[in-house]
């Protein structure tokens, strides 16, 4: 049987009645999945024997196919659209919410949060603010990680260890944070190339995938002109500081859509 786990990263699930909330960052649309595409995708992975598991499972269950499903940012049509889904498939996915965000417009709150504990679904912090963190002075560090930590552990008990790092820029140091604050787990998206600590990486399920991409990437498979920019990515990344990084990428964007 093949081994591979795929952990695949989705945020927000739309449909063409429901704005997404205002003030998201620049670019955030690319990975707005609308809701047919994800309903679609969750029901290949039900066909396929596909199990949504929970980190701590994996060994449990090494018997079976499984897929470990992660949404970030925290917007409300999450707990609108996905979670009846994933309960409607027995499916088990984590949600990592950003704290200052919790209860804005477009935004889960502490009562949806409960819900979704309540059906079995595993909350995590995505920070306090969601900035590049790479770019913050340790103390900084800190106060995004341990702080959305203990805010959402008073709200959602001592359940909650998982971190997913923000706008993919980590290091490290910010990983070495992230653990001393108390997270048991830490998500990141694309692993960059020199990070030695143990983390999950992730797959970004984009808007632009059609059904034989999802297929591709629960294979582990990536075609060669995705691989292509994303080495350009990666270099460009490497030697630009986050900030600088971003304005480039948010320039090119605007670029793109015009
Ligand atoms: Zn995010």
Redesign the pocket.
């Known amino acids: 049987m093949n081994n591979y786990i795929p952990i695949l990263m989705y ?1 927000g699930i739309k449909t063409d009645l429901q704005s997404v909330p205002q003030g998201r960052e620049i670019g955030a649309d690319i990975y707005d999945v609308t809701l047919n595409n994800f309903v679609s995708q969750m029901n290949w992975l039900a066909q396929h024997q596909y199990h949504a598991i929970a980190i701590e499972e994996i060994d449990k269950l090494s018997y079976q196919k499984q897929v470990i499903l992660t949404f ?2 925290g917007e409300m049509n999450n707990f609108i659209h996905a979670l009846p889904v994933l309960q409607q498939l027995k499916f088990q996915a984590y949600f990592f919410v ?1 704290v200052d965000r919790i209860g804005k417009p477009g935004y889960m709150g502490w009562d949806e949060l409960n819900q979704m504990q309540e059906a079995s679904m595993i909350i995590g912090s ?1 920070s306090m603010t ?1 900035p590049i963190l790479t770019d913050l002075t340790d103390v900084q560090v800190e106060d995004e990680l341990y702080n959305s930590l203990k805010i959402l552990v008073n709200h959602l008990g001592d359940g909650v260890n998982t971190l997913s790092i ?2 993919g820029f980590c290091n490290d140091k910010v990983m070495q944070i992230a653990y001393a604050s108390g997270y048991r787990h830490v998500f990141i998206s694309e692993r960059p190339e020199n990070l030695e600590s143990d983390c999950w990486d992730r797959i970004a399920v984009k808007a632009s995938w059609n059904h034989q991409r999802f297929e591709k990437a629960i294979y582990g498979i990536k075609p060669i002109n995705e691989q292509i920019s994303d080495r350009v990515k990666k270099t460009i990344k490497k030697s630009l500081n986050g900030e600088t990084y971003n304005r480039l990428r948010n320039t090119l964007i605007s670029i793109s859509s015009k």
């Open positions: 945020h970030d940012d950003i995505h969601h923000p706008r």
